[in-house]
């Protein structure tokens, strides 16, 4: 059979069955947007034609890494809340305050290069104003599964006083609301369904519990999922109990909300009863191991989350307060975490981390019957890394492999050389192929400049941990 | 004043000071093997003229990074022992007493090379035939502060049953010691004083009291430091308790182990009072977060000796179990690790964990008077970052800077584009100038070949956590 093109001679991981779905010197078969078939080299070569062979020759091929929870719209103001108290409030709200949707739309660009670059190839973006946002992923070829952030809050929230009950404005949820529906209905499905669309209600604190069952209904209504943070913080809990004298998750229990349509991020303030809840109820989990790390300095309950047979996937989160979209950072913490949560070093093998990284993850936000993993019939959305980088050598294949190992715990990312999505190749020897990269950063520097000016007065009334780090020449 | 390389308008953190020593658009002197002078770009260019003069315009130029604790004689052995309970024992011990001297030494070098692509420049490396591995820093132009493994144990020691009291022969011992005197007279203050030598007990649990006496006198003669495990595990607690009816470190006080000369590694099983008083003794305390995170699921005591007023380091110990050696990695991990144990996001910032890299790191293994710092006077062990690489972008400098958080948090280690170390310049575009990557990394993998057919049985035998993954797919 004539195929396009043909990876061969690989290590191949496909990420199939129980384990990792090894194939020593395997290859892999594309046509068009698919993949054809995947096996032993031999076979493939018998078997298919093409007019392109990649020689994989000591190289590992895999299935594209997923994000399964960014908002990359923050990404503009990397580093700037971190190692400190009221990271929200006193890091973001000065800059967010003072900035245009031009100039995080400009930073965005930047984390899904840094992204693509470390093989992510599906983009689970959260953010407002994704309908621009999303024009990033078309133009690079890129998969994401958007949601725009529906919530009722004005935008001067951020001069709330800490701890007071957040007023909350149906007509502005409303009007968030009609966003997300135009976002799906403008790009659900779009380039050549590449990118899909969910509903993306911020939290249970933030939406009044009408708006909340509106979401419900139309995410039934059009078939889709809802991305949502869930119990992410004690900030939240506050709000909760104040406004309707329930915690998160009994209260989204009686909207029925905990269903196989909820993807709930975080969880981190959960207790172990609510987790095995969501869990049981079929909602999956995103656990963001770096961000929840150095924002809180918590391990959410993935743990529990897992043992109760819960479907879960990792997520890099935010920029500032993680502060990289790099899914091999999220694979190392999310082991090391938990095995410290435990003091236990057998918790959270490598293979878990990089399961949860590819075809956990494609359960967990539903796009198991196109990615995850390398199959006949499945997107052909393709990473291939160099196994001679320092930190995969030397390889072992008997009667132990190494490799996983040392994907999850040694490798950086720039191991990845190619990178395919959708059939297309769109970096090759760690050069994009669809975007400019020195001009994205030019101007992602031109907006942060343009913040900075702005936001110098509210930065300096914020006062903040890391304003006085500053001053103190720790920065 | 002609010198022979300036550097130049650059984003300099000298680490000079209290903080982080930010030098806006700074510039470096380099003169023979040594910095000349730092400063503004301004000045340095109108006091000092040289025949080339580097423009790091985008860059950032700081001291090369400090790795306090490895054993590169271990890297061939990368990815086989980890997520499995007895990792020294099943994991290790099968590989180890199947490979040659010769074998290791090639997994030595591929360590090294990744430590300098991350911007390492100095290695505090311990390990047996050290007096072989120095060579490969000799040739490649590193910076090495080196001790030879001295213990009392027998090659085949592995056969003990767990638990059981280690048997300790004098003799092996001393020929042991003898080796490391070997070491120190063959090679302290060789190479421009690049290389320098301290002595290894390996623990106080494998040594008898006589020689860890000799070894200290030694030290004291040779007017050095005692690079040495301390309170590494509970199997070195046990063996302490059995053998001397006391802990490791009220046993080591004892005997006046705990004053300057003595670098102690992990410290992770001593209590709070432990740890508080090898802090008062003066001793440093060697850190290894990702190693110990890994092997034992633990977070060694560092608040507790840094609150204590103790001066530490962060190192990376061995691939087997970290997986990596790549200090950019350690700082993270450093910093979260200790969030998450305190649950508090302001605990361990990152401007600590770039001071535990650098300029307190050379105090803690005795080299600050020549690194850790850019400072006139100090060695010429120069990094240069690419400030524009995606994981830095965009950069802020007021009025707050980003660059020392996301250097921490963000940075991967490949944004290190030139390492200079002496003066030399050893890496330049990521090029290593002074060793061949690739056929290091063939030879490497030519001896993981050789150790991996003959200790086959020997793997299968030992029936590990790791094996039984293999067998099931998941590796």
């Known amino acids: 059979m004539k195929v396009d093109l043909i990876i061969a001679h690989a290590f191949v991981l496909t ?10 010197n395997g290859a892999v078969a594309i046509n068009g947007d698919s993949i ?13 034609q093409a007019d392109r062979v990649i020689d994989a020759s000591g190289k590992l091929v895999m299935p594209g890494l997923i994000d399964a929870h960014m908002h990359t719209g923050l990404s503009i103001f990397r580093g700037m809340a971190q190692d400190m108290s009221h990271w929200m409030r006193k890091g973001m709200w000065p800059l967010m305050k003072n900035s245009t949707k031009e100039e995080t739309l400009k930073g965005s660009l930047v984390t899904i290069i840094e992204g693509i670059k470390a093989g992510t190839t599906t983009f689970c973006d959260f953010d407002h104003s994704m309908g621009r946002i999303v024009s990033h992923y078309a133009k690079i070829g890129a998969r994401a599964r958007v949601a725009e952030t529906v919530n009722e809050l004005s935008d001067d929230i951020g001069k709330l006083p800490v701890g007071e009950l957040y007023p909350l404005d149906p007509a502005i949820g409303n009007r968030k609301l009609v966003a997300n529906i135009k976002l799906f209905e403008e790009w659900h499905g779009k380039e050549n369904g590449r990118i899909t669309c969910l509903f993306g209600p911020q939290g249970a604190d933030m939406l009044g519990k009408e708006l909340l069952l509106e979401v419900k209904a139309l995410a039934q209504k059009y078939d889709t999922r809802i991305h949502m943070h869930v119990a992410q913080g004690d900030r939240e809990i506050e709000q909760m109990v104040k406004r309707h004298q329930k915690r998160t998750i009994p209260y989204l229990d009686e909207l029925g909300y905990l269903d196989s349509r909820l993807m709930a991020v975080h969880l981190t303030e959960a207790t172990k009863e609510e987790t095995q809840l969501v869990a049981k109820r079929g909602a999956s989990m995103i656990y963001c191991a770096g961000s929840i790390g150095i924002i809180d300095g918590l391990v959410p309950p993935i743990m529990d989350f897992l043992e109760a047979g819960g479907q879960a996937a990792l997520g890099s989160d935010q920029a500032p307060g993680n502060n990289c979209n790099n899914m091999f950072n999220e694979m190392k913490f999310a082991a090391i975490l938990n095995k410290v949560k435990r003091a236990d070093p057998k918790v959270f093998p490598a293979w878990l981390s990089l399961r949860l990284a590819t075809i956990e993850s494609a359960k967990a936000i539903g796009l198991d019957h196109e990615v995850g993993s390398l199959k006949a019939g499945k997107k052909a959305d393709v990473i291939i890394l160099d196994l001679e980088a320092p930190t995969l050598c030397p390889i072992y294949t008997d009667p132990i492999r190494n490799i996983v190992p040392n994907l999850v715990y040694s490798a950086r990312g720039n191991e990845v050389e190619t990178v395919l999505i959708d059939g297309q190749v769109i970096m090759e020897n760690r050069k994009l192929l669809t975007v400019d990269e020195k001009e994205a950063f030019r101007q992602a520097q031109e907006a942060a400049d343009q913040i900075s000016r702005r936001s110098r007065d509210d930065i300096a009334a914020a006062d903040s941990d890391v304003y006085r780090m500053m001053e103190d020449g720790y920065l």
Not at 15 to 24: D, Q, S
Request: charged share 15%; no cysteine; aromatic share 4%.
């Open 15 to 24: 990420m199939e069955g129980a384990g990792v779905g090894i194939v020593e």
């Open 36 to 48: 054809a078939a995947v096996g032993a080299t031999d076979e493939i070569l018998a078997g298919y």
